[in-house]
């Protein structure tokens, strides 16, 4: 039991007493476990979503070829947790996975019309060209576009260090940890 709350807090840095009612909870389980303690962290992190994040820090990543980068706004409530060492990694796991997965808009919802109607047009010639039926099809392309809303979007896109969790997901686990509100103010990436 000790060695799995050790594995445990090692992967999520969640509380002695916060990984005991999990695992009880999950009945032991320990993925289960870990679920409900993310679980925890989004509820969380919708509590202080509303909160006024206008501290932070930016930070770079340069890849090891020197030729991408990107820059990341991280935003949070106190100048504090801008000094914290745990907020500091985040921010450059975030710019890290921007360089790496080159993210288009932060949020499915900001894809543009345009970009959708565009990939809509492909899908439908290859659906055409497969010989899918008419009634599918519709199913077929709303599929299409949600999964390419979420594969554009930052906050979608599975984390690149650790592909089981969305980047979403990261920073709401993070803002249940540290207890305020976390955004991504701004990203930008460079290639050459």
């Known amino acids: 039991m000790l060695n799995t709350i050790k594995k445990i807090r090692e992967r999520t840095g969640a509380g002695v007493v916060n990984i005991k009612k999990a695992l009880d909870e999950a009945g032991g389980n320990e993925e289960k476990a870990i679920e409900i303690l993310r679980k925890q962290g989004h509820d969380k992190a919708l509590k202080k979503a509303d909160r006024a994040a206008n501290e932070g820090v930016v930070v770079s990543y340069i890849h090891s070829n020197n030729r991408v980068g990107s820059l990341v706004k991280l935003l949070c409530e106190t100048d504090f947790v801008a000094r914290n060492t745990e907020f500091q990694e985040l921010a450059r796991d975030i710019a890290m996975h921007v360089t790496a997965m080159n993210p288009q808009f932060l949020k499915p919802e900001e894809v543009p019309a345009e970009a959708v109607e565009k990939e809509k047009e492909i899908w439908k010639a290859q659906l055409a ?64």
Do not use: C
């Open 129 to 192: 060209k497969e010989g899918k039926p008419e009634n599918m099809m519709e199913k077929i392309m709303e599929g299409k576009e949600k999964k390419f809303r979420e594969e554009i979007s930052l906050l979608t896109q599975s984390f690149v260090k650790d592909p089981s969790v969305k980047v979403g997901d990261l920073i709401a686990e993070k803002i249940g940890k540290i207890g305020e509100n976390i955004q991504i103010g701004e990203f930008v990436r460079f290639e050459l």
